[in-house]
């Protein structure tokens, strides 16, 4: 069984985690933090469920699929590539050095010393890893709400406080000082999860600056790259700032189910989350995320085409004058007016798997953003279940 050190358990009975709250900790380590039921793929497979009344199997290609916010054009070219090039050699943890060029490419791109990279299986372990670190049963993690990320605080039973988002849908950080100035962690999805809207680097710096010394401003990146207008928080990080910054390779790189990601932080940071997990990346999902970063064009180009798409379905849902949230993703919530997990049932009966409801906004239903081809199955479908 995975344990963590002597003065971690004991830092974690004196910030009033329970012995039996810390077996959940430690049950995570074991498992691995992407496999338990906080992820984005965790919580999509429950929500597909409680519609369908039993457990997803196998894909069915008849399904249209966009419910998870994945990226229906896949890895690059020069990702699968490089998948190809470094799968013979497998047998060896690092052949190559592929995690050292994976961190190197990260911090020239963002601007930061490789000493502030730290490399993950996509955004779900340094999440985890984050709510052990810097979030307790008496120091919450303050959030958004509906807001992603809460999950895995509420799961080894951290106190979490949500607040509601402003009448922009950005994060009322003004609010969310005031709804507990004590928090241990601040948690920014930016752009958000599932509302996708911005929130300001102004408001960021406002948490930064009336937080508590010894707190944290955690900004969740996943979608930035689908955005024009969201600001990386990198520089913060270069700057020496209390904030950690998440990455993940499963959204505009489309890597769902390759796994890849990073944490920024300044190094005494990336130590405290250190303790809460363990293993190492696989050399594919290293190399594949690697290649990808060096495509010059690949993250504008994506960007454009899911803008594409997703303005022609928004020009769609205003012509029958339908409801939804202004998105800067690849992913939007529309209001159904009626319980939004019986019109994902409507959806499965024609064979659109839409996404998940937050109980925040009961009648708003969140879509991902697919092909043309796929959009034009869920306008059509939509016509008919909203007459």
């Given at each position: 069984?995975?344990t ?15 012995r039996r709250?810390?077996?959940r ?6 498992t691995?933090?992407a ?7 965790a ?8 519609v ?5 199997g ?14 229906p ?9 490089a ?34 990279v ?11 890893r984050?709510?052990?670190a ?22 080894i ?6 607040v509601?988002?402003?009448?922009d ?8 000082i005031?709804?507990?100035?004590n928090?241990?962690?601040?948690y ?10 911005i929130?300001?680097r ?12 010894d ?11 689908f955005?024009?207008?969201a ?12 904030v ?16 890849a ?14 303790p ?5 990346l ?9 290649a990808s ?10 960007r ?7 303005e ?8 029958k ?7 800067e ?5 529309m209001?159904?007016h ?14 659109i798997?839409?996404?998940r ?5 009961p009648?708003h239903?969140r879509?991902?953003?697919g092909?043309?081809?796929e959009?034009?199955k ?10």
């Amino acid at each position: 069984m995975a344990t963590v050190s002597g003065k971690h358990f004991e830092s974690l009975l004196n910030r009033g985690y329970s012995r039996r709250h810390i077996g959940r900790i430690l049950s995570a380590i074991t498992t691995g933090a992407a496999a338990l039921p906080f992820t984005e793929f965790a919580q999509a497979q429950e929500a597909e469920r409680r519609v369908r009344g039993g457990n997803r199997g196998m894909m069915d290609p008849t399904i249209v699929r966009i419910s998870s916010n994945e990226n229906p054009l896949g890895p690059c070219k020069e990702g699968c590539e490089a998948i190809a090039k470094i799968a013979p050699l497998g047998g060896r943890y690092s052949p190559t050095g592929e995690q050292q060029e994976f961190v190197k490419t990260v911090a020239e791109m963002e601007g930061v010393k490789q000493e502030c990279v730290a490399a993950f299986a996509g955004s779900s372990d340094p999440l985890f890893r984050s709510s052990c670190a810097f979030s307790s049963p008496t120091r919450s993690w303050t959030m958004g709400d509906p807001g992603y990320g809460g999950g895995a605080p509420e799961f080894i039973g951290a106190k979490t406080v949500k607040v509601p988002l402003g009448a922009d849908y950005s994060h009322d950080v003004e609010a969310m000082i005031k709804a507990d100035p004590n928090a241990g962690a601040y948690y920014v999805c930016n752009p958000n999860n599932p509302s996708g809207s911005i929130t300001s680097r102004e408001k960021i710096e406002y948490l930064l600056a009336h937080k508590q010394k010894d707190a944290v401003v955690i900004v969740d990146e996943a979608y930035i790259h689908f955005s024009e207008t969201a600001k990386p928080c990198s520089d913060l990080v270069a700057a020496g700032k209390d904030v950690i910054v998440l990455r993940t390779f499963s959204k505009v790189y489309g890597m769902a189910g390759i796994r890849a990601g990073f944490a920024l932080a300044r190094p005494d940071l990336l130590a405290k989350m250190r303790p809460y997990g363990g293993g190492m990346l696989p050399i594919t999902g290293l190399a594949c995320a690697t290649a990808s970063m060096k495509v010059k064009n690949l993250v504008p180009e994506r960007r454009a085409i899911n803008k594409k798409i997703r303005e022609n379905t928004f020009a769609f849902l205003d012509s029958k004058k339908i409801k939804f949230v202004p998105s800067e993703t690849n992913f939007f919530m529309m209001e159904t007016h009626r319980p939004g997990n019986e019109v994902a049932k409507a959806f499965l009966d024609k064979k659109i798997m839409i996404g998940r409801v937050w109980p925040a906004w009961p009648t708003h239903v969140r879509v991902t953003v697919g092909t043309q081809d796929e959009m034009d199955k869920f306008t059509a479908a939509l016509s008919r279940i909203m007459a």
